[in-house]
Structures are given as C-alpha cells and as structure tokens.
C-alpha cells in the first residue's frame, strides 16, 4: 500500500510540473540550474507526504509558491499543519505569493539569499558554507 501512495504522489508531481503557474514559471528560472548560492533546487518534488514547489536537498529548504487559494481559512490551516511537519523533520520553509514573485522578483530572490545564509549561519545551527 505505501508503495503505492509514493508512486501517486511522483505521478502528482509529475503533473504539477507540467502544469507549473505563472508564478512558479518565473521564480524557476532564477532558482534552476544552480543560480542560487551554488544550490541545486528541484521543482514539484515529493518531501515525506507533501509535493514541495521547489526544494533543496542539500540545505533541506523549501520553497512555496501560494495563489489564492492559500488565503482561504481552510487552506491556511493545512498550510500550517504541513509547515510544521516540515519543521519537525528539519526542513526550513519559506513562503511567496504569486503577486511577490510577479511583481517584485529582485525583491524575492533577495529574500530567498537572505533566507539561504541566516540557515547556513553558526548562530543558527547552519554546518557553514558552500
């Protein structure tokens, strides 16, 4: 059975990146190809039972991109019960809105880099750079 819900959630990924939002379209083609402090980040891939937008193996981060729909009281609830799942197995989440990443990409790559080094910061834990 468990076999099974992973091969439904690489299908669903699958889908989700041929499907990928205007939003997501922009940010990836900043994000890929290493283009962000060295850092590898895929698109739409599975992490425990979620589909990240975008995540890095190597600084276990993920990045989101929210439409609407994510300000709904519904959504924003199941946002922050699989934000804490995230973090209770070690993933650091960062969270853009559409409206952020068409409007303001400069801005959002800034905070991505931001975001990037305060988790490689001994302060904070990080194990140094790259």
């Known amino acids: 059975m468990?076999?099974?819900?992973?091969?439904?959630l690489r299908?669903?990924?699958?889908?989700?990146?041929?499907?990928?939002?205007?939003?997501?379209?922009i940010l990836w083609s900043r994000i890929r190809s290493k283009q962000i402090n060295g850092y590898k980040f895929r698109r739409q891939?599975?992490?425990?039972?979620?589909?990240?937008?975008?995540?890095c193996h190597d600084l276990k981060v993920i990045i989101e991109v929210d439409g609407e729909v994510h300000t709904l009281p519904k959504q924003k609830k199941t946002d922050e019960y699989r934000d804490k799942i995230l973090k209770i197995n070690g993933y650091h989440v960062l969270h853009f809105t559409n409206?952020?990443?068409?409007?303001?990409?400069?801005h959002s790559i800034s905070r991505i880099r931001?975001?990037?080094?305060?988790?490689?910061?001994?302060?904070?834990?990080?194990?140094?750079?790259?």
């Open 114 to 130: 931001l975001f990037l080094n305060e988790i490689l910061s001994p302060s904070q834990g990080g194990h140094g750079g790259k």
């Open 11 to 25: 299908r669903k990924a699958r889908e989700l990146r041929n499907n990928m939002t205007k939003a997501e379209i």
């Open 45 to 55: 891939y599975p992490v425990l039972d979620f589909i990240a937008d975008f995540y």
């Open 2 to 8: 468990i076999g099974e819900e992973k091969k439904e």
């Open 99 to 106: 409206h952020e990443i068409e409007t303001d990409l400069k």
